[in-house]
C-alpha cells in the first residue's frame, strides 16, 4: 500500500470531493421530507417530491457516500497517514459510521414516502435535518484539530 503514498494528495482531494457531495444531499434530502410531510398523499406535490427524493438519493447521495467510503478507506490504507491509537481518529470514525447509519434511515424512509407512508411528522424531519450538521461539525474537527 505504500504505492499509494504518491497518489496520497489526488485520493484526498478526491475523497473530500465526495464527502461534500455527500453532505450536500444529507442536507437536502431531510429538508425535502419536512415538505412532502406537510401534503396529502397522492397529490401531485407529493409524485413531485417522490421523483426528487429517488434522484438525489440514487443519482447523488449514493455514489457520493460509496466514494466516501472507498476513498476513505484508500487514505487510511496509506502507511502513516493515521496514528490508529488516537483518540480524534476513533471518534472521527464514529461519526462517519454514525452518518453512515442516518444514511441508510433516510433510504428507508424514501421507501416510505414512494408508497404513501408517512411514518414520521415534518417535527421529526426537522429535528433529522439537524443530525447531518451535528456530525459533519464532530468529524471536521477531529480530522482537522485532533484534540486528543
Same mark, same amino acid.
Given at each position: 500500500?505504500?504505492?499509494? @503514498?504518491?497518489?496520497?494528495?489526488?485520493?484526498?482531494?478526491?475523497?473530500?470531493? @465526495?464527502?461534500?457531495?455527500?453532505?450536500? &444531499?444529507?442536507?437536502?434530502?431531510? *429538508?425535502?421530507? =419536512?415538505?412532502?410531510?406537510?401534503?396529502?398523499? &397522492?397529490?401531485?406535490?407529493?409524485?413531485?417530491?417522490?421523483?426528487?427524493?429517488?434522484?438525489?438519493?440514487?443519482?447523488?447521495?449514493?455514489?457520493?457516500?460509496? @466514494?466516501?467510503?472507498?476513498?476513505?478507506?484508500?487514505? =487510511?490504507?496509506?502507511?502513516?497517514? =493515521?496514528?490508529?491509537?488516537?483518540?480524534?481518529?476513533?471518534?472521527?470514525?464514529?461519526?462517519?459510521?454514525?452518518?453512515?447509519?442516518?444514511?441508510?434511515?433516510?433510504?428507508?424512509? *424514501?421507501k416510505g414516502f414512494a408508497a404513501d407512508r408517512r411514518d414520521h411528522t415534518a417535527r421529526y424531519w426537522r429535528i433529522v435535518n439537524?443530525?447531518p450538521t451535528v456530525l459533519m461539525i464532530v468529524i471536521v474537527i477531529m480530522v482537522i484539530v485532533k484534540p486528543f
Open positions: 500500500m505504500s504505492a499509494l @503514498a504518491a497518489w496520497y494528495p489526488w485520493i484526498k482531494a478526491l475523497h473530500l470531493i @465526495a464527502v461534500i457531495a455527500w453532505m450536500a &444531499g444529507m442536507f437536502y434530502l431531510p *429538508r425535502l421530507y =419536512v415538505y412532502h410531510s406537510d401534503v396529502p398523499p &397522492g397529490s401531485p406535490q407529493s409524485e413531485t417530491f417522490k421523483v426528487m427524493e429517488r434522484r438525489l438519493l440514487r443519482a447523488i447521495i449514493n455514489p457520493a457516500m460509496g @466514494a466516501a467510503w472507498l476513498l476513505g478507506l484508500l487514505l =487510511v490504507s496509506i502507511p502513516g497517514v =493515521v496514528d490508529w491509537s488516537a483518540g480524534w481518529w476513533h471518534l472521527k470514525m464514529t461519526g462517519f459510521v454514525l452518518m453512515s447509519a442516518l444514511h441508510g434511515h433516510l433510504a428507508v424512509a *424514501r439537524e443530525v
